[in-house]
């Protein structure tokens, strides 16, 4: 068994080779714990729910060509609701402002009381009418939805809020932690309280912000129909099986309706599969990009230590032979490499860890990322040791068929 003596004397010797691998397995081990948090965080960013039917909805944006009262505008927004309703292929279909993973939207600082001056928390706003739960797919847990009688209307430069709400289970605990929100009111930036009629378990908001989840579930409904120029989103749910053709006949039965509007063509006739792949764009490529560097970096670290190794093996053929000569075995040679490799790694496994937790730390502060989990060091502490073993092990092997012959050339 060699002794670690003769082995940290070798190191010393060769000083700089040393500590140069020693860094790099410090900044690897730094750069892939930290990038495969990023990467397990970004896929459970994909497959968060939105607490919708998502497999049956598609979003329609239609815009108005030519001008229109908000009353004429809203009449025809209920003419557009009434013709869809009535196809075949749609379950129900419900106007809004904007709807999950469209990124933006409209966001509402939140209080308890009119006279609050800090918010309590914000909310995302979306604007629907009585068929809107049904057509979402969400589920009501509590209280009741709303009535015909309750929807409004909205148009530019309209300060209209509206006197009752329906919010997410997620808002409802945290405006009223003791589960008493049914019933209470709420301050959307509003003079006048809005009333919580209704509580629905999941409604994802129409942000999709990586950092800060805290708010991702915190929406809430308003009972309004927003008569703009810009135009309205139509959500519209098919029937099991039939998304297709209600994706093929909605157009066809607004166009019949009144031809002087515009579908948008970039979102204009959407799947809602087709809504989470293009919402999810940035984290799918940050993950595939994590995961590159990663790999490009375990390459890199790898082939270093194995030309070190190999560049080692070569000045110490003489040290080799003389081993040999004395009667060290092939055994003894490749244990003497990658206990030495071994004890390279260790140093920089330690510095490494200390790295990657101060990188973390830095990245807690500035982007509000949570916390390096520890077993994501602990995970890459092992694979640098095993894959530093690895990689020393063929110029260890090389240079146990060093011949004992070696003792007796100069080098």
């Known amino acids: 068994m060699m002794q670690i003596k003769p082995i940290l004397a070798a190191m010393r010797h060769h000083r700089a080779g040393t500590v140069l691998i020693a860094l790099q397995i410090a900044l690897t081990l730094a750069i892939v714990c930290n990038a495969l948090f990023i990467i397990q965080q970004r896929m459970a960013h994909l497959s968060e ?22 009353q004429q505008t809203d009449a025809q927004i ?40 800090k918010p309590t928390t914000d909310g995302s706003v979306y604007l629907g009418d009585e068929h809107t739960i049904d057509t979402l797919g969400v589920k009501l847990v509590a209280g009741r939805n709303f009535r015909a009688e309750e929807v409004g209307r909205i148009g530019l430069r309209q300060d209209v809020f509206p006197p009752v709400v329906i919010v997410t289970r997620a808002l409802a605990d945290r405006l009223y932690p003791d589960g008493s929100a049914l019933g209470k009111p709420l301050y959307a930036m509003s003079p006048a309280p809005s009333t919580i009629i209704g509580i629905v378990d999941l409604l994802q908001r129409q942000g999709v912000s990586t950092w800060d989840t805290t708010y991702a579930y915190q929406s809430l409904l308003w009972p309004m129909r927003a008569a703009v120029p810009q135009g ?23 166009y019949a309706q009144n031809r002087m509007r515009i579908i948008d063509p970039k979102v204009g006739d959407l799947s809602f599969a087709q809504v989470r792949e293009r919402a999810y764009d940035s984290d799918r490529g940050m993950a595939i990009l994590m995961g590159i560097i990663s790999v490009v970096l375990l390459a890199i670290t790898a082939a270093g230590i194995v030309g070190l190794t190999s560049f080692w093996v070569g000045q110490r053929r003489k040290q080799i032979g003389i081993r040999r000569a004395l009667g060290a075995t092939r055994h003894d040679i490749v ?27 830095w990245m807690v502060t500035q982007f509000e990322m949570a916390r390096l989990s520890l077993g994501y ?3 890459g502490v092992i694979v640098l040791l095993l894959l530093g073993q690895a990689s020393v092990l063929t110029p260890a092997m090389r240079a146990s068929r ?10």
């Not at 989103?233 to 607004?254: C, D, N, S, T, W």
């Not at 244990?335 to 730390?361: D, M, P, Q, R, W």
């Open 377 to 379: 060091v602990v995970i």
């Open 232 to 254: 309205v989103f139509y959500i519209v749910r098919a029937k099991p099986g039939q998304l297709a053709a209600a994706m093929r006949e909605v157009p066809k039965a607004l």
């Open 335 to 361: 244990s003497y490499f990658l206990t030495e490799n071994l004890l390279i790694g260790c140093i920089g496994v330690v510095i490494g860890t200390l790295l990657a937790i101060g990188i973390n730390l």
């Open 49 to 70: 729910p939105t607490g919708i039917d998502e497999a049956n909805l598609f979003v329609i944006r239609n815009q108005w060509a030519g001008k229109s009262s908000v």
């Open 78 to 117: 209920q003419a557009d609701l009434v013709a869809m309703r009535q196809l075949p292929a749609v379950r129900d279909a419900s106007p809004s402002n904007s709807y999950p993973l469209r990124g933006g939207g409209w966001d509402n600082f939140i209080t308890l009381t009119p006279e609050q001056v």
């Open 402 to 411: 060093v011949s004992p012959v070696e003792a007796t050339r100069s080098v």
